[in-house]
């Protein structure tokens, strides 16, 4: 602020020097102070004006007047606009540390806004490079053009046996006995339904075992189950975790069967498996496969939620809502910008309920 008061003054002295006309009145910043004072200064040959003559004749006659009092007056040639008492260094000293402070109070605020800009920026930079590794699991989906098929596996009880020929076959033989959905697959289902129509993917639900290999190759496919959905099993086959069931339902062996999730990389390993003739009660861990391929045996892309149970399933819906899958394939570098990925997870069931999905292994090519 000194700074500035001196370079004020400077070219105030300069305008009166350079200046061509006579200026009665004049400014003038007295060094070390910072309130200007006005001072009368008649040119050569030139009478004030009439006001200032009044106005010397009125400080002449105080003058008279407080001479003959015995206190003499300094002259009063100049006007000084300031109602209080002048203190120039105490003045200056507020007026450097308010000014200081302000500096202070802007420059912290300038470095606030730069350190939420440069955040900001990082995070963004950041996200974008995490968004790049992510495979682009609905991208294909998204531009199908046709509505998604969703194959959901169903039940059959085989309670007689069947007709040699569909034609004989009633009501209740081809629907009440061979389609039936249970309430969890159902629930995975609605889950899918609810992500696909906030992407605005069209879709379309039907039984494993009423739809073909023709139709699959006319649109992208969701497979839900293993154990009753023979597209699941057949889909897998090429995969690294596949998945293989003993005594398939229909198999007419008398016996329960029993699902494994095989590693084909590594088959020494001891697969993930389930035994359905295990009391419900009884089970402590389900298994299921995720994933997303570019099905060569269709030419269709392929997404893939099927537990070996019932809680599997649930378990890979879980994941597919929270996102989970993808944090864990984008901390994978070999995951890097790829567009297929498969992975085995693992749930705990805890009073026949599934607990939070773990995942076991991925593939991502």
Request: with cysteine; proline share 8%.
């Amino acid at each position: 602020m000194r700074v500035t008061a001196n370079e004020v003054r400077k070219r105030i002295g300069q305008y009166y020097r350079e200046s061509r006309i006579a200026h009665p009145m004049q400014i003038e910043l007295p060094k070390g102070a910072y309130v200007p004072e006005f001072r009368f200064r008649p040119a050569a040959g030139v009478n004030p004006p009439e006001k200032i003559d009044e106005l010397d004749s009125f400080r002449g006659e105080t003058a008279e007047a407080k001479t003959v009092s015995g206190k003499p007056e300094p002259p009063t040639s100049v006007v000084q606009f300031n109602s209080a008492p002048s203190h120039p260094l105490k003045r200056e000293e507020a007026n450097a540390t308010g000014f200081f402070r302000s500096r202070s109070v802007l420059a912290s605020a300038a470095l606030l806004v730069l350190l939420f800009c440069v955040g900001a920026t990082l995070f963004a930079i950041w996200r974008n490079r995490a968004q790049e590794k992510i495979p682009k699991v609905w991208n294909a989906f998204l531009r199908a053009g046709v509505p998604v098929l969703i194959c959901v596996d169903t039940h059959d009880l085989h309670i007689r046996p069947a007709p040699s020929s569909t034609d004989g076959q009633r009501f209740v033989d081809m629907v009440l006995r061979k389609q039936i959905i249970s309430l969890d697959d159902a629930a995975v289902v609605a889950s899918m339904a609810g992500i696909l129509g906030k992407k605005g993917i069209p879709f379309r639900v039907v039984g494993a075992e009423q739809t073909s290999l023709t139709e699959f190759r006319r649109q992208p496919v969701i497979l839900i189950g293993a154990i009753d959905n023979k597209w699941t099993i057949r889909l897998t086959q090429s995969l690294r975790y596949r998945i293989e069931v003993s005594n398939p339902p229909g198999s007419g062996s008398g016996k329960e069967p029993i699902a494994s999730i095989v590693d084909s990389e590594h088959p020494e390993k001891t697969p993930w498996t389930v035994d359905l003739s295990i009391p419900f009660v009884a089970w402590k861990r389900d298994y299921a496969i995720v994933a997303r391929v570019d099905d060569s045996t269709t030419g269709m892309p392929v997404l893939i939620e099927a537990g070996l149970g019932n809680d599997g399933s649930l378990a890979a819906s879980e994941l597919f809502n929270s996102d989970d899958l993808l944090a864990k394939l984008v901390s994978g570098p070999q995951c890097s910008k790829t567009s297929n990925f498969e992975a085995v997870i693992e749930t705990e069931i805890i009073e026949t309920k599934p607990g939070p999905p773990r995942i076991l292994g991925v593939e991502c090519w």
